[in-house]
């Protein structure tokens, strides 16, 4: 049983948006290039690199930490599970003892 709400396939969902990001990135940039042959376009294609680079760099940041939390939320699943069984093993083995004592006495 999983403790962890996001489901193990996210990461899909953010190269696509990462994929789209960067298609938006250049068909802008192209786009700009394509509008305004004579121009100087430095300006703009600045402005849409600098908007799109640290966006990009912040989903990528975003999905990196994204699967570190489903790698450590795994963790704490096996964590869990041993203590549970480690818990009861402990039980079962003081109650085997309580029963010898209790022979021991009669």
Known sequence: MSV????KNTSTAYLIAVIVM?????????AVVII????????LITTIVGFI???LMALLAFLKAQETRIAVDGR??????LTRESGN???RLAEKLENIERMKKL
Do not use: H, K
Request: hydrophobic share 40%.
């Open 76 to 81: 704490m699943d096996e964590l869990l599970e």
């Open 89 to 91: 093993a402990q039980g």
């Open 22 to 30: 960067v298609l938006i990135g250049v068909v802008s940039v192209m």
């Open 53 to 55: 680079a640290p966006t």
């Open 4 to 7: 962890s709400s996001i489901p």
């Open 36 to 43: 305004r042959p004579n121009s100087d376009n430095t300006l």
